[in-house]
C-alpha cells in the first residue's frame, strides 16, 4: 500500500519517488473535469495537503463558461460477432475525449469519419479531445484501423456528460511574506507521461520540499486541467494576482531533451532574470525562449488582463517531439534523470527567490582586511575548491553592495552561481561586514 517512508522529499531517491507517483496515476482517464480528474488529484493529496476545489458546471469564466462534467464507464468498437475490436479499457486513449453517448450499429464509411489515426507511426494512438463542441470519436493505431473490414461495426460509448463540476487542487504554504510564487501544472491528459504526468510529479516534490523548509515567500501550486482550469482559477482568485511576484507553469520535464524555459510576456519579469540565471550557471545545455501566447497555461496567466510575471519551465516545447499527444508518450519515454534534474534546476530557482536581497558593505572605504576574520578560509561547511571561488565571491559581494545591486547582480555581474556569491554573503553578515539594505 501507501509506503510512509519513501515520499517524495523525505530523503530516499527523488527521481524514484517521482516515477512511483507517475506510475500511480499514469492509468487514470483524466479529463477537463470527471472522476479521473478527482482520482488524481487525491492521489497527490496522499503526498501533499492538496484542497480539491469544485467549480459548478455552468460558472461564467470571464469568456468561457465550465462545460458539463464528462465520466465514462465503458467504450468499444465491436463486430457483427461481438468482437471488440477498439476497447477503451485497453488504452484510454482510445476515446475521444468528452466523445457524446452513443450506442448504436454504424456502417464502416460513417465509423471511418469518427476515426483518429497518425498514418506516419502506424503503431501509436493519437490522444484527440472534443471539449467544446458535440462529437464523439475513437483513436486507433492506423494498423488496427487497417483491420476494420467489416460493413458494419456495434459502436457502445458509455459516457454521461451532465451538470457536475470542473475540479482542481490547490496548496498555499505560507511564507513570512505575502508575495507569492505560483506553481501551476496542467493536470487534465488521460495516460500521457511527459505531457502533464511529469510536471504534477516534479510539482509534488517540490512543494513537499518547501513544506520541510522555512520560508520567505509564499508559495501556491496549482493543479488544474488546462485553459478552462487556469481561468477558473483567475476568475476567482483576481485579488490574489497581484500578490503573486513570480510564477513558473511546468510542461513536459521527464524527456531527455535539455531544459528549456520560456519567459513570461513581459520578459524582463525577476523570473525571467532567475529562470535564465540558474540554467547558465548550471553549466549543462539549454535554451531560453521568449514569449509566444501559445503553449500551456501562460497563455492566461500571461494575458493582457493579467499579464502576470509567469514562464514556463519544460524540457521539449509542446509539440516539438514526435511522441507529443500519443500512446508513445508512455511510461518508458520518461528518464528519471531527467525528472530529477529538472527538480533540481527547480530548487535552484526557489533557492535564487528565497536568498535574493541588497546588502551594504559596512566597511566600504577600501577592501576590509579579511585575513584578520579568517576570510580566507573556505567559507564555513564548504568543500576547499582551491578558494578561489569563494575569495571571488567574497570580493564581488563586497564591492556590489553598495545598496543598489542584488545578490543576483552580483551573481550575473561576477559570472557566478547565485548559490556561491549567497555562500559568500552569508559569511560576511556573520563577520558583521555587510548588513541588509534598509527597504
Ligand atoms: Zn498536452
Given at each position: ?167 482542481y487542487g490547490e496548496l498555499v504554504l505560507p511564507g513570512a511574506r505575502a508575495e507569492e510564487v505560483l506553481i501551476s501544472c496542467h493536470s487534465c491528459h488521460p495516460s500521457l507521461a511527459n505531457d502533464n504526468l511529469s510536471g504534477m510529479a516534479v510539482a509534488t516534490m517540490l512543494a513537499r520540499r518547501l513544506m520541510a523548509r522555512k520560508r520567505r515567500l509564499t508559495y501556491r501550486f496549482l493543479f488544474i486541467p488546462g485553459t ?212
Amino acid at each position: 500500500m501507501d509506503n510512509q517512508t519513501e515520499r517524495p522529499g523525505e530523503g530516499g531517491d527523488p527521481a524514484a519517488a517521482m516515477t512511483r507517483l507517475i506510475e500511480a496515476l499514469y492509468p487514470i482517464c483524466r479529463s477537463i473535469t470527471g472522476e479521473g480528474l478527482r482520482q488524481s488529484l487525491r492521489l497527490i493529496a496522499r503526498e501533499i495537503p492538496l484542497s480539491l476545489v469544485e467549480v459548478p458546471t455552468g460558472t461564467r469564466l470571464f469568456d468561457w463558461t465550465v462545460p458539463r462534467e464528462w465520466n465514462v464507464r465503458e467504450a468499444y468498437i465491436a463486430t457483427p460477432g461481438g468482437q471488440r475490436v477498439v476497447d477503451f479499457a485497453r488504452s484510454n486513449l482510445h476515446l475521444l475525449q468528452y466523445s457524446v453517448p452513443v450506442d448504436r450499429i454504424v456502417e464502416r464509411n460513417e465509423l471511418l469519419r469518427h476515426l483518429h489515426t497518425l498514418p506516419e507511426t502506424p503503431d501509436w494512438i493519437p490522444y484527440r479531445t472534443a471539449y467544446y463542441r458535440e462529437d464523439w470519436g475513437f483513436c486507433l493505431s492506423q494498423r488496427q484501423a487497417e483491420g476494420l473490414t467489416e460493413q458494419h461495426y456495434r459502436v457502445v460509448i458509455d459516457s454521461t456528460l451532465a451538470p457536475g463540476h470542473l475540479t482542481y487542487g490547490e496548496l498555499v504554504l505560507p511564507g513570512a511574506r505575502a508575495e507569492e510564487v505560483l506553481i501551476s501544472c496542467h493536470s487534465c491528459h488521460p495516460s500521457l507521461a511527459n505531457d502533464n504526468l511529469s510536471g504534477m510529479a516534479v510539482a509534488t516534490m517540490l512543494a513537499r520540499r518547501l513544506m520541510a523548509r522555512k520560508r520567505r515567500l509564499t508559495y501556491r501550486f496549482l493543479f488544474i486541467p488546462g485553459t478552462i482550469g487556469a481561468l477558473a482559477w483567475l476568475a476567482a482568485n483576481e485579488t490574489v494576482v497581484p500578490r503573486v511576484t513570480h510564477g513558473l507553469v511546468l510542461s513536459c520535464l521527464g524527456d531527455s531533451a535539455p531544459l528549456t524555459y520560456k519567459q513570461s510576456r513581459r520578459g524582463d519579469a525577476a523570473i525571467d532574470r532567475i529562470a535564465a540565471h540558474v540554467l547558465q550557471a548550471s553549466g549543462e545545455p539549454h535554451r531560453i525562449a521568449p514569449f509566444t501566447p501559445y503553449g500551456y497555461d501562460e497563455r492566461q496567466y500571461c494575458s493582457p488582463g493579467f499579464d502576470m510575471p509567469v514562464g514556463c519551465l519544460m524540457r521539449s516545447p509542446n509539440g516539438t517531439f514526435p511522441e507529443y499527444h500519443t500512446s508513445a508518450d508512455n511510461l518508458d519515454f520518461l528518464r528519471p534523470a531527467a525528472l530529477a534534474g529538472s527538480l533540481e534546476a527547480l530548487a535552484r530557482i526557489v533557492e535564487v527567490i528565497e536568498g535574493d536581497g541588497t546588502y551594504l558593505n559596512l566597511s566600504p572605504k577600501g577592501e576590509p582586511q579579511l585575513g584578520k576574520r579568517g576570510l580566507y578560509r573556505p567559507i564555513g561547511g564548504k568543500k576547499e575548491a582551491g578558494g578561489g571561488a569563494d575569495q571571488m565571491a567574497l570580493l564581488w559581494v563586497l564591492n556590489l553592495a553598495d545598496g543598489r545591486h542584488s545578490l543576483l547582480d552580483t551573481a550575473e555581474r561576477a559570472g557566478m552561481p547565485f548559490a556561491a556569491i549567497r555562500a559568500a554573503a552569508d559569511a560576511l553578515i556573520e563577520k558583521e561586514l555587510l548588513a541588509p539594505a534598509a527597504g
